[in-house]
T-cell receptor
């Protein structure tokens, strides 16, 4: 596997279900992100993890719960979601700081298309 | 607050040149990215500007004016495969936070 991978690619769930999205980066990066992409709206940053520590929570409802067990893996746990949470959820990673890093390009995974019924 | 504006849709002809504009009003600006996103796929990096001026990379070029809060992406010799959404994103505030525009859906026609 190369780059950033996400599973599942598609997910349909009811409002009472609990599910998890998984992201794995194979780039040796030290920062990982969750974004939400809805139709006709900008990509919305949800969470940022630097060196496994959460450094940003962009006013995300508590029904979304991130977990970063190590610098290569990122999860988004979902419970009691609403239909308006249906969207494409994108994971990204980047290398922050360090010698020789001129800019912090974020590499994106293919996303999980989530539908909440 | 953070605000990034770009046109919603553009149409251009194969072989032509198209310029996609982006204006931003952000706090703590640290640079501007352009990403390309084909339908159903991940956004992929095109360019990054932190200083004023033009950055050229093959058929794609990107320009930044920090004083005007303005950037553009220039695509030359358009090909059908260039039909995609082009996302403008600014590094804002401290750290590694990216703020995105809504994206410009470019359609390349024969």
């Amino acid at each position: 596997e190369t780059g950033v991978t996400q599973t599942p690619r598609h997910l349909v769930m009811g409002m009472t279900n609990k599910k998890s999205l998984k992201c794995e980066q194979h780039l040796g990066h030290n920062a990982m992100y969750w974004y939400k992409q809805s139709a006709k709206k900008p990509l919305e940053l949800m969470f940022v993890y630097n060196f496994k520590e959460q450094t940003e929570n962009n006013s995300v409802p508590s029904r979304f719960s991130p977990e970063c067990p190590n610098s290569s893996h990122l999860f988004l746990h979902l419970h009691t979601l609403q239909p308006e949470d249906s969207a494409l959820y994108l994971c990204a990673s980047s290398q922050e700081g360090g010698a020789g890093v001129s800019y912090n390009e974020q590499f994106f995974g293919p996303g999980t298309r989530l539908t909440v019924l | 607050g953070q605000n990034i504006d770009q046109p919603t849709e553009m149409t251009a002809t194969e072989g032509a040149i198209v310029q996609i504009n982006c204006t931003y009003q952000t706090s703590g600006f640290n640079g501007l990215f352009w990403y390309q996103q084909h339908a159903g796929e991940a956004p992929t990096f095109l360019s990054y500007n932190v200083l004023d001026g033009l950055e050229e990379k093959g058929r794609f070029s990107s320009f930044l004016s920090r004083s005007k809060g303005y950037s553009y992406l220039l695509l030359k010799e358009l090909q059908m495969k260039d039909s995609a959404s082009y996302l403008c994103a600014a590094f804002t505030g401290g750290g590694n936070k990216l703020t995105f525009g809504t994206g410009t859906q470019l359609k390349v026609e024969l």
